[in-house]
């Protein structure tokens, strides 16, 4: 069984800053593509930004020099530090991990539960 747990959400003032943290456990043999998506009510959810296993690194438009992704392939954790927030940045971040359970198994995609982020004044 694998899990994903995300961490470091909460509320901030815009223009401030949050560093989101996920940590992949249970049965993993190997961890490829991992990222962080958004979500607000009524809407899709979206791709925030991407790592490869190799740590190059993918952002949708609309975060790309505020927040950067980086990843410890040695704790199987993700991070995500968002620095000058804005309100629209508010909504359900979700870790995404792309994992193989077993050496002769194939990978698939797990989803964390979710971590509320609200930028307010």
């Known amino acids: 069984q694998v899990q994903l747990v995300e961490s470091g959400g909460g509320l901030v003032q815009p223009g401030g800053s949050l560093r989101l943290s996920c940590v992949a456990s249970?049965?993993?043999?190997?961890?490829?593509?991992m990222g962080w998506y958004r979500q607000v009510p009524g809407k899709q959810r979206d791709l925030v930004a991407a790592?490869?296993?190799?740590?190059?690194?993918n952002y949708a438009p609309f975060v790309k020099g505020r927040f950067t992704i980086s990843r410890d392939n040695a704790k199987n954790t993700v991070y995500l530090q968002m620095d000058s927030l804005k309100p629209e940045d508010t909504a359900l971040y979700y870790c995404n991990a792309q994992i193989r359970a077993t050496i002769d198994g194939g990978s698939k995609p797990y989803w964390g539960q979710g971590t509320q982020v609200t930028v307010s004044s």
């Open positions: 790592i490869s296993r190799g740590g190059g690194t």
């Open positions: 249970g049965s993993i043999f190997s961890i490829y593509t």
